[in-house]
């Protein structure tokens, strides 16, 4: 064996460890399996060489082999336009649109994920090179670079975990009525339906939320228009959506009480189930790029009392 | 690139001959509400735009 593998076979097992750790492919098929899911562990591997590699790098004096991280940063840059981009392209097929804003986010989760690998592998390298560097027995260092790096792995996969609508809002069940072709949900209009036909299926089959923000945070956040795109996104995938291209009537559109905040959302689904469409509603993550913390600030806090 | 009409009338549909009168967007005029509504609804279908009620006896069709 060469001199360094105690040092790089742990960080890179870790690293690719850490990074099957934060992929998922659940109900949303984000990575899609079995390819994108592949492509994902494959980088995950290169990442978390690299992360591996730097320390043994530095100890032989290879400054250069520095440089490499830099390269690293560059690729996985790389990872989130492309990531972007292939969402970007598959958007106009889906039935209720991602939305740009979920669309980032999912981007930024993916780049992000390649640097946590690269940083579990670091660490456990530097454990593992420090310690035997101490006198520390081979075993006992590789040991302990294993316990440092899952407590690295479980530290980050609390570190990255994205709120949801529930723990910034309430979610209720609301009532649907007409006004004339005018569809109000707990009396905030929502959209002119002019067909009787879509209006019957509505009252019928229709089912409505109401999302009530906790505070001024939940408030500004819910208010994103990319937040609530996100909402209906969910909504639509977990319960199934009553719709096709020709009939725009359906499309569940979230819209905002400008007096209180609060948004309501009607949608038509295959299985009318309003305690499901809370469910939904409250599953869905908050967005990174939707979310705003006015409270945090002393005007914000002060406009709010 | 997909090229297409959106955010604008695509076409109005009405009983009220005297309450409408359009440059650009075709009118269609229906003889009684039950031909309205279906005229309206075959105009959605083919543009993909959505139904909206003027409540003056015109519907509009817009894509959204």
Redesign the interface.
């Known amino acids: 064996m060469f001199e360094y593998a105690h040092i790089i076979i742990p960080s890179i097992i870790l690293g690719v460890f850490s990074r099957l750790s934060m992929l998922r492919s659940d109900y949303r098929q984000y990575p899609s399996y079995p390819q994108g899911v592949f492509s994902h562990i494959t980088l995950g591997i290169v990442s978390a060489s690299l992360g591996a590699v730097a320390v043994p790098a530095l100890a032989e004096k290879e400054f250069a082999a520095v440089t490499f991280l830099a390269l690293a940063a560059q690729q996985f840059r790389d990872v989130r336009s492309l990531e972007r981009q292939s969402l970007d392209n598959i958007e106009?097929t889906e039935l209720v649109a991602r939305g740009t804003a979920y669309i980032e986010d999912i981007a930024k989760a993916f780049e992000a994920r390649n640097y946590m690998t690269m940083l579990t592998g670091l660490v456990v390298s530097i454990v593992i090179y420090f310690l035997e560097r101490r006198g520390v027995s081979v075993n006992l260092s590789v040991l302990a670079g294993f316990i440092v790096g899952f407590a690295v792995i479980i530290y980050f996969n609390k570190a990255i975990r994205r709120e949801t609508v529930q723990d910034i809002a309430d979610v209720r069940p609301a009532t649907i009525t007409f006004e004339?072709?005018l569809l109000a949900i707990n009396g905030v209009v929502i959209m002119?339906?002019?067909?009787?036909?879509?209006r019957k299926i509505y009252q019928e089959n229709g089912i409505a939320v109401e999302i009530i923000p906790k505070n001024e945070n939940g408030i500004a956040t819910l208010g994103n228009l990319g937040q609530r795109q996100a909402i209906q996104h969910n909504a639509s995938i977990l319960l199934g959506i009553r719709k096709d291209?020709?009939e725009?009537?359906f499309?569940p559109i979230a819209r905002r009480d400008p007096h209180t905040g609060n948004v309501v959302m009607a949608i038509v689904t295959m299985e009318p189930d309003v305690e499901c469409l809370v469910q939904a509603v409250k599953s869905t993550i908050v967005l990174e790029s939707a979310k705003r913390k006015p409270l945090d600030s002393r005007v914000g806090r002060k406009a709010a009392d | 690139m997909d090229i297409g009409i959106k955010e604008d009338i695509l076409a109005i549909i009405t009983t009220e001959k005297e309450l409408v009168s359009s440059g650009t967007t075709p009118i269609f005029y229906a003889r009684d509400e039950e031909e309205k509504e279906r005229i309206s609804l075959l105009l959605s279908k083919i543009t993909l735009g959505m139904i909206h009620d003027l409540e003056n006896g015109s519907y509009i069709i817009v894509r959204h």
Not at chain 1, 192 to 198: F, M, R, T, V, Y
């Open positions: 106009p004339g072709p002119n339906i002019g067909l009787k036909a879509s291209v020709d725009p009537d499309t």
